[in-house]
């Protein structure tokens, strides 16, 4: 009989982890200078403290430490092992500045430790294209490259006030449900204490103004970890011992989740490389930097981008309830992944630079939905910085 209890217990230990440790960990920033500054590039005007992945680090560990009441949690530690190794490489990123192609090199090593420690790789398409087993040849490439991706991507998307967290609690409310659905709860626990240790960081990073800190490379590099360990897991033969419904696609599925980061960054990446730049050098072609030229505020990006998200994976949810076969959900998520990535961005970005009707539409909708001013807002941002 399925219990709440081996759940709740871990994910709100989670939740007050990350709460009790970010002002704390803000105070270390702020004394040590610890911040990011504003420059031509980025969005902010202020400095602002980039220690936030490390309370959100506390809170999944402290998780993992609670759900070890109720569960074996020994497969976890070599994830555990990864993530603390990630958080130090951010830490040092954010602090001191390292070159791509070192991180890049660490992020290699970092998912081909999770791979050989855990066991897990992608083995198994799961019959998309009626393909099954994976030769072993091709297993471990497809995992680096799909592993790597998703932490950089992960890592690119975090532009404005919520959006990786955003995204992240979104994703992780999937992942929790699908494992959930199939029965693999040592997974659905992981993405319920991404969940429950995000939560807090979100409310700060979205209405804080003297209590905001950016996750920083540390907390998305950790988060991006995270998910790779998911993807990777949930497309491994192992997930065949689990009760997966008939026509279930984890490759459509996985794909739609993760839509807008990984397709974004394909078409950022592509742009530079076509312009003669290098893939990982900094810009403003972002979708998030789209949304912010249309007018829209922070909150009102970061709601424009999960809506779109999500509306992907609503649609694929549609076309599996509608009996739709697995290679048919991967052709509808891919479409309408290169849709609001590469599609929308160009044709948006025509009617920023020829003041359209479309474009004058969208400025009154993000005026419309500007919350900064609103009361609501004024008391949230209250609340996150402790003011009566």
Not at 27 to 54: E, M, T, Y
């Amino acid at each position: 009989m399925f219990s709440i209890l081996p759940f709740l217990v871990p994910l709100l230990a989670s939740i007050l982890a990350t709460g009790l440790a970010f002002p704390k960990v803000l105070r270390l920033a702020v004394s040590k200078n610890l911040v990011d500054n504003p420059d031509a590039r980025k969005l902010q005007r202020v400095p602002v403290p980039v220690l936030g992945g490390v309370p959100v680090f506390l809170g999944i560990i402290t998780g993992i430490c609670c759900a070890h009441l109720f569960f074996d949690c020994s497969r976890l530690m070599p994830l555990i092992s990864a993530m603390t190794i990630i958080l130090m490489v951010g830490i040092a990123d954010d602090i001191v500045g390292l070159t791509p192609r070192i991180r890049f090199l660490i992020e290699i090593l970092l998912i081909l430790f999770i791979c050989l420690t855990t066991g897990h790789q992608i083995d198994h398409f799961h019959h998309l294209w009626n393909i099954d087993l994976v030769p072993a040849a091709l297993a471990l490439p497809l995992s680096l490259i799909a592993g790597v991706g998703i932490i950089n991507a992960i890592n690119l998307i975090d532009g404005v006030d919520g959006l990786s967290s955003g995204f992240s609690i979104q994703a992780f409310i999937c992942f929790a449900i699908i494992n959930l659905v199939i029965g693999n709860q040592r997974l659905a626990l992981l993405a319920l204490l991404g969940i429950g240790a995000l939560l807090p960081f979100f409310f700060h990073n979205v209405f804080g103004r003297t209590s905001k800190m950016f996750i920083g490379d540390g907390g998305t590099l950790v988060i991006g970890a995270i998910f790779a360990t998911l993807v990777i897991s949930l497309l491994s033969d192992d997930q065949l011992t689990f009760r997966l419904p008939e026509r279930l696609g984890l490759i459509p599925f996985t794909l739609a989740v993760m839509c807008i980061p990984v397709f974004d960054t394909l078409r950022v990446m592509t742009s530079r490389i076509v312009r003669h730049k290098s893939p990982f050098s900094a810009d403003k072609t972002h979708l998030h930097h789209l949304f912010i030229d249309l007018g829209f505020s922070h909150i009102g990006t970061t709601l424009c981008i999960l809506a779109l998200n999500l509306t992907v994976i609503l649609i694929w949810w549609l076309s599996y309830s509608l009996g739709a076969s697995i290679d048919v959900q991967f052709y509808i998520v891919l479409l309408l992944s290169i849709s609001v990535t590469f599609l929308f961005y160009g044709f948006m970005r025509r009617q920023i630079k020829h003041q359209t009707a479309l474009y004058r539409a969208a400025r009154r909708l993000a005026g419309a939905i500007h919350l900064r001013q609103r009361p609501v807002f004024i008391f949230l941002q209250r609340l996150a910085d402790g003011k009566r």
